[in-house]
């Protein structure tokens, strides 16, 4: 991806992750947001996170952003959460609470010298859905809260429209010279085949296409659910929440839909069933058009291979962390090969079938 040449920051993907320690969390948390509260670290891909809980019970998310994050990038999901609160108060997202002094990301100089943003936000109560796989009714909410959530964004700008930002599957093939991590010969092929063919095919028609702030992670660990006490072997019905904006960016819409479909591809018996259902889910609130269907599932495919890609390259270079960066990697193989045996005409008789089911009520 290119950065542009004022901004002379390291690539956040490139970078080890953030070290904070609790007393340093305890007393920024006292100093600027005027809280005492009993802190819990988070695991985190890059930012260091706490989980804050008050002695009356109530609870926030403690944000330290890495030193490599630009501060337009944090003003950016700060800013978008507080359009969000004001154009969908109802939609389950985080709030955002600003600091004594007004600041919704105040600067803290680490011991290192080095820069990092606080946020601090409302801490929203459930269980990632993770690696649980969600009723149809589930998915298909979960699409309908994203559909709030773009039609919310469209009409929020900011200055980092045009700076290049992680996790981009707008620049899906700049990610090609990352594929030599991966140790499997086969395996470097298939994600090397996708990430050449989305740069030759699809990402001219993508940039045909309106751009918008979007959510950019609707993974199943940026997805709450309340359980139920003997909901253990059975599937959520209902999201609570969805959390985590930090790979927000402006994109096509389509682009957040396909995301999400992605990671909602887990049931071993018909991984298409929860990607369709959350596709039309969505496609009821907010209609698709025929030119952002023609390119679901060439995107749904490359940001499946976008997430090995990236999380087996990061997962060699920060060995500790590997865990952590690799949680979601057999899932997006298993997806991966789905999507890529299964026929056109089999994908394009079910995704019109899901479409036309959703705008007929059903």
């Given at each position: ?105 105040p600067a803290l100089r680490l011991d290192d010298g080095q820069v990092s ?246």
């Amino acid at each position: 991806m290119t950065t542009p040449q004022a901004d002379p920051s390291p690539s956040v993907l490139e970078a080890p992750s953030l070290s904070v320690s609790t007393e340093t969390a305890t007393r920024v948390l006292k100093t600027r947001f005027a809280i005492e509260a009993s802190l819990t670290p988070l695991t985190g891909e890059r930012d260091r996170n706490f989980r804050a809980t008050t002695a009356d019970g109530e609870v926030y998310l403690l944000k330290f952003t890495h030193p490599a994050e630009r501060h337009a990038v944090s003003d950016f999901q700060v800013r978008a959460l507080m359009h969000l609160a004001e154009r969908d108060p109802t939609l389950p997202i985080p709030r955002v609470q600003r600091d004594r002094d007004g600041d919704p990301t105040p600067a803290l100089r680490l011991d290192d010298g080095q820069v990092s943003r606080v946020r601090l936000s409302t801490f929203l109560a459930g269980e990632p859905l993770a690696d649980r796989v969600a009723s149809l009714r589930f998915q298909a909410t979960l699409g309908d809260w994203l559909a709030r959530l773009d039609d919310a964004l469209a009409d929020f700008d900011h200055p980092v429209r045009d700076l290049s930002m992680p996790w981009d599957l707008q620049h899906a093939d700049d990610l090609l010279p990352q594929t030599e991590t991966l140790d499997d010969d086969d395996a470097r092929l298939r994600i090397r085949t996708l990430l050449t063919r989305f740069g030759e095919q699809l990402r001219p028609r993508l940039a045909a296409l309106p751009r918008q702030p979007i959510h950019n992670d609707l993974n199943g660990h940026n997805v709450l659910y309340t359980p139920a006490a003997d909901d253990e072997n059975d599937r959520p019905e209902w999201p609570a929440a969805i959390i985590d904006f930090g790979d927000m960016l402006f994109a096509p819409r389509v682009v957040d839909l396909a995301v999400a479909a992605a990671y909602q591809m887990k049931d071993a018996e018909d991984p298409l069933a929860g990607a369709l259902a959350l596709i039309a889910g969505y496609h009821a609130r907010a209609p698709l058009s025929a030119a952002e269907c023609e390119l679901l599932r060439g995107l749904i495919e490359t940001r499946l291979a976008m997430a090995i890609t990236v999380s087996s390259h990061r997962a060699k270079r920060y060995p500790d962390n590997a865990e952590y960066l690799l949680r979601n990697t057999a899932a997006s193989w298993r997806a991966l090969d789905h999507c890529l045996a299964l026929p056109e005409a089999t994908f394009q008789r079910r995704l019109n079938d899901a479409l036309n089911r959703s705008r007929s009520g059903e």
